[in-house]
């Protein structure tokens, strides 16, 4: 696909999707879903991939939907226009087979609230702002994640308050794994994933998959997919191979 609103790289391992409409605060749309959804594909498929960062750069990461385009929708196009972003993309990120990050700058708003929450981890720089608007445009606000993120109460507050927050009071309800300065932001988030690139990959794709099965599970059921997991992964050459560098190299 020809991107028009993104750009695209793979290095080292590492995949990284940049919003690239700063002059406009990288806005959500139909056509960003589709490229957001080819480069997924395209990162999925290249199994050096072992991490992906989404970025918007040092200035914004992206201050919601394109409210031009929403404006435009007829009655029919309604569920088309949602269902690409939130229930086919966003989970497309969310259930990636590696970790995401999504390296945060500036405004991270509505929709771009909900991609941020997407990933699996945040970086953010010393000038990003959260805020879930939705409520106050008459739409509503994205829920699920959120709230097993900061907790239902907290969740609640942002989503029915519309309060924006800053990078520190991110970081301390949970929402941020690390606040850093804006001209670290790329290096901190390409260091993170460079910590996925260095992991036996087998290893590093079932446990990301299994923080998502679980969260489905009663107690006895996640616990007993636990140990299933960890015998699966024992009876491999690959962790004969590991086990035995690490006691060769302690003689």
């Not at 390296?103 to 720089?125: E, P, T």
Request: aromatic share 8%; proline share 2%; net charge positive.
């Amino acid at each position: 696909m020809d991107l028009q609103t993104l750009k695209f790289e793979i290095s080292e391992g590492i995949a990284t999707i940049t919003l690239a409409r700063p002059e406009k605060k990288n806005p959500l749309s139909l056509q960003v879903f589709k490229e957001l959804d080819s480069c997924l594909d395209k990162a999925s498929a290249d199994k050096s991939v072992a991490a992906v960062i989404i970025t918007g750069g040092n200035k914004v990461f992206c201050a919601g939907m394109d409210i031009a385009e929403m404006q435009s929708l007829k009655k029919e196009d309604t569920f088309t226009f949602w269902n690409s972003g939130y229930n086919l993309v966003f989970e497309k990120i969310y259930n990636f087979r590696v970790p995401t990050i999504a390296a945060v700058s500036g405004y991270a708003l509505a929709g771009g609230f909900d991609l941020a929450i997407s990933c699996d981890f945040r970086i953010v720089s010393e000038t990003a702002k959260f805020g879930q608007l939705e409520v106050d445009v008459h739409l509503s606000p994205g829920i699920e994640r959120l709230w097993r993120l900061v907790g239902l109460s907290r969740a609640k507050y942002l989503g029915m308050t519309c309060e924006i927050i800053d990078a520190r009071e991110a970081y301390r309800i949970g929402l941020a794994d690390k606040v850093v300065k804006v001209e670290n932001l790329q290096k901190e988030a390409g260091a993170l994933a460079a910590k996925f690139v260095k992991k036996p990959r087998e290893a590093l794709e079932r446990t990301k998959d299994s923080y998502i099965k679980v969260l489905g599970m009663d107690h006895k059921s996640a616990v007993n997919w636990e140990t299933q997991l960890l015998c699966r992964l024992f009876d491999t050459d690959e962790r004969k191979r590991i086990m035995d560098k690490f006691l060769n190299k302690n003689k």
